[in-house]
């Protein structure tokens, strides 16, 4: 007997339909002998409907309170899905994240898990029961008060109690059907990969492929859990992500897939003194903003006046607040200006295979500029080459890449050792 | 500084708008110096709503689960009226009924608080904040389950913590201005009462009167808190219910109200053996069927024959449940036939008063013949008279006493001791 932990979001329990029909899904993997953990997002709106609530009471909502309210969802669509599973003859019974064990810090809004400790979820497994947990939302341990997760967080409580319940595999449902080469949107001969590495996956991930978030993806590698993203209105395997790539066979695929990202936007600090010290000063000042920061590139240049451009990117929703932050400290860093350029577009080529295959890098220049793409910045990690391009030539260069690397339909985009990168 | 518990209903909360309404009455009482518990119910709705949710995915939904999903409503509400307090600048926490202490039995849907252990209450009063406890439920002593407190559930929350705080005064905020003499829809020149001692107030929850349920005033009584019953649309004083009869003065008014009960049904068990154990045989059909029963009569009757008449009253919606019950043990029993009759009303003349004053009972009969309403049963207690007539005469019988009684209008029912009951 093995043990699953299934995670359905918001549009899946929409409704009482929809609640009925994933209630169905999970009583049919209990029949085929599996223990089944659940977990499951508010239903539909319902968290924006609670934000909007709150808003209406209190311009600024006090952060405690919110997660008292915002949790109120996921206790409700658990409590309803339990007894749509036992109206269909099975047991079982719904938890609030507190009750399940999850303990975590005391950040209202963005609290991090710290351990699970899913004792009761254990005494109804081997009660035979189906376990339903509040995902999203866990018990500070200094304050014992609620605090939910942040963006993510209920992939991230499915995977944390597949962890620490040591599961066999941890499913997240979705409304796609894996994760793809590139986005089915822009690229209409994507492919649905079998599986990707955990490294694969969290640089897609950091790289803008929506399906899963980068926590989610790290909690698993780190404690080994098989995660297998599939859509939840068929019965297709969709895409295990499992296994590092020190594990891979040799002759592997040199591309998983192409991500992309709109939301960002670039920042360049000119002419600030080359020496130690000053890119230091920079990004404490966009810290101290609780700005986070994607790439970050600087270059040699200008050597012969002592100064250096210094460029990084972030979330363009940030982008005003970070220039603030560093024109007000114009004196001490002693930049020339800012550049500001919130039309650009993030791509990134992610394949484990490219660390041993040289010709990948010239590859992927070369099939931007017969596409007519200028490459802006470059930044790249072992398995993974971003750039950055103007926005309204992204869809173009996703096409572009995915084409050159042989993504795309029929063909699998395998390159065998022996080619060089 | 005194202590102040404070009870608002789920219209009190019903919208975004009444809900700033009811933290600006909250913050005027913290800023009259008081330190202030407050207990909200679920808003508007919510309850009848999510009891919907609940049957369109479950026929016949689970009581835990239920319990699970309906307390999301009161947590809802108070998360709101807390950040609502907070935005006017004053200090508040929300908590569960598990956080708040409120320990109970493990009957999901009609759970029985057993111990009240408010310590975190207390600590958030201590650090000068107001403290908001969702009604109407506690936690399981037994299994940590998340368990329901059933009708008036909210009110004996307040009650429980008022108590357990050794609160100065429990306010119900509800939406009349307070204990009337009799219903105002049916008397018009009804009289508030400015207080009612607890056993007179036990009775009129009894009788019919819905201000305040059974269980909250007992709860009241049994711990000495003063319940002051006011509007929340005004500043009005509404009615206090404290003291006990023995308190009272020796001038004291003869009669508090009249309370009527529409909800009730008649079952006559006709010619059982006069004998010992037929009655507990009757009555044990209907607690096994889990009825609650009311009023109970049995005369003395066809005592030549060796038998006698037993009748009893319930809610009409356990009519033909008991009815049923009772035909299914018609042999054990070996009565002639089951009588039933819903198109009755109860009447009760409620005051501490009567039990020096012999002329009561007397008065109240006259008047009742002179408006030409036959009494169908009559049963009494130290300080009420309940009597059972045709329901199309309610009406006329209450306006007959409450006139009789000179309850209306100006002048207040007073008859002093020495004249006979």
């Known amino acids: 007997m093995s043990l699953v932990v299934q995670k359905y979001g918001g549009s899946s329990v929409a ?30 709106d319902t968290t924006d409907e609670l934000m909007d609530l709150a808003s ?12 008292m309210l915002l949790t109120s969802g996921e206790r409700i669509s658990n409590a309803l899905v339990a007894m749509a599973i036992q109206s269909l003859g099975a047991e079982a019974r719904s938890y609030t994240g507190s009750q399940a064990g999850v303990i975590t810090t005391s950040v209202h809004g963005k609290a991090r898990i710290i351990d699970v400790t899913p004792g009761r979820i254990r005494e109804a497994l081997d009660a035979g029961q189906i376990a339903l947990v509040a995902g999203f939302q866990g018990v500070s341990q200094d304050t014992k008060d609620i605090t939910t997760l942040g963006r993510g967080g209920s992939d991230t409580t499915a995977v944390a109690l597949a962890a620490a319940l040591e599961a066999d595999v941890c499913e997240i449902y979705t409304d796609v059907d894996g994760v793809f080469t590139a986005d089915p949107r822009i690229v209409p001969d994507a492919q649905k990969l079998d599986s990707i590495t955990y490294e694969e ?60 990202e709109r939301g ?59 220039v603030a932050a560093l024109e007000a400290k114009k004196a001490e860093i002693e930049f020339d ?47 993974r080459i971003s750039v950055l391009v ?16 042989d993504l795309g339909g029929g063909d699998e985009a395998v390159v065998y050792a022996g080619t060089g990168r």
């Open 15 to 44: 409704t009482a339909e929809r609640i009925k029909r994933v209630a169905e899904r999970i009583v049919a993997t209990r029949k085929q002998g599996h223990d089944v953990v659940v977990v499951v997002s508010a239903m539909g």
């Open 56 to 67: 209406q009471v209190a311009p600024v909502p006090p952060a405690r309170e919110l997660d």
């Open 201 to 260: 996956m969290l640089e897609m991930a950091a790289s803008g492929a929506k399906v899963l978030m980068l926590r989610c993806v790290e909690y698993a590698r780190r404690y080994g859990v098989p995660v297998h993203v599939r859509s939840s209105y068929s019965d297709l395997e969709g895409t295990i992500v499992t296994g590092s790539m020190e594990d891979q066979a040799v002759e592997q695929a040199l591309i998983t897939g192409v991500a992309h």
């Open 264 to 322: 960002e936007a670039k920042v360049t600090v000119t002419a600030v003194p080359d020496h130690p010290g000053v890119a230091g000063r920079i990004f404490r000042v966009i810290a101290d903003a609780e700005i986070d920061i994607d790439m970050v590139v600087q270059n040699v240049s200008r050597a012969a006046e002592g100064r250096t451009d210094i460029t990084f990117t972030l979330p363009k929703d940030d982008g005003p607040r970070a």
């Open 337 to 383: 200006q800012i550049v500001y350029n919130d039309h650009v577009g993030k791509i990134s080529l992610i394949g484990a295979g490219m660390r041993s295959h040289p010709g990948v890098t010239a590859t992927f220049c070369e099939a931007l500029a017969e596409a007519d793409v200028n490459i802006d910045i470059i930044s790249t990690s072992e398995i």
């Open 390 to 405: 103007r926005d309204v030539e992204l869809d173009k260069a996703v096409q572009a890449l995915h084409r050159a690397f």
